[in-house]
């Protein structure tokens, strides 16, 4: 039952064939299994290899493949690789038999943890940023208002359009600063909390 549900007919396959002429031709299935078991795909990636080398009239061995995808989990699904794929961000299948799988995901989900957080971080200081190029941009316009409010010949409907234009620029400095200080307390706080998960 097992093997059926594994060549299984994939619906919709689309890009690229998982295998090229070359590999299905070489037959290294014991290979191909381990390549996918060290990289922890998942099972079911074998009914895209079957497809792919069925257009050359090729069948895979199951059982080679099966054999060397055990011995690439096992490359796989050690604690530390665990801990590295989360603190990359990538993505755990869930393929790992236990009794690795536990230690795998403890640590995996740790990395995992101190990559979603930095990843706060990393956003607030982007917003952070762009905050301060917001309030720059701001006080370049109060004072290029101000100087053409000095310069001489100004007419007066000109004068009360300038003035109207300066007061209408300075009430946007208290939002401009509530917004930025608020940001740069929360990426303080975001900040810490990174540094405890890298520290536990």
Request: charged share 30%.
């Amino acid at each position: 039952m097992r093997k059926l549900l594994i060549l299984g007919v994939v619906v919709g396959l689309s890009g690229c064939a998982s295998l090229s002429q070359e590999e299905c031709l070489t037959g290294d299935w014991h290979g191909i299994g381990y390549s996918d078991g060290v990289q922890g795909k998942v099972e079911s990636v074998l009914a895209e290899h079957q497809e792919a080398c069925s257009e050359y009239q090729i069948k895979l061995d199951l059982q080679a493949y099966l054999n060397g995808r055990q011995q690439g989990l096992k490359t796989y699904c050690k604690p530390d690789n665990g801990y590295r794929l989360g603190l990359n961000g990538s993505t755990y299948h869930y393929v790992c038999p236990e009794p690795d799988h536990s230690a795998f995901l403890i640590m995996y989900r740790k990395g995992k943890a101190q990559y979603d957080q930095q990843q706060k971080v990393k956003k607030l200081e982007r917003e952070l940023s762009q905050l301060q190029r917001q309030q720059d941009s701001l006080e370049e316009q109060i004072k290029e208002t101000e100087n053409k409010l000095v310069a001489d010949g100004l007419s007066s409907i000109e004068r009360q359009r300038l003035l109207k234009q300066l007061r209408d620029l300075e009430l946007q400095r208290p939002d401009k600063d509530y917004e930025y200080r608020q940001t740069s307390s929360l990426l303080h706080l975001e900040r810490e909390a990174l540094y405890r998960l890298q520290r536990e």
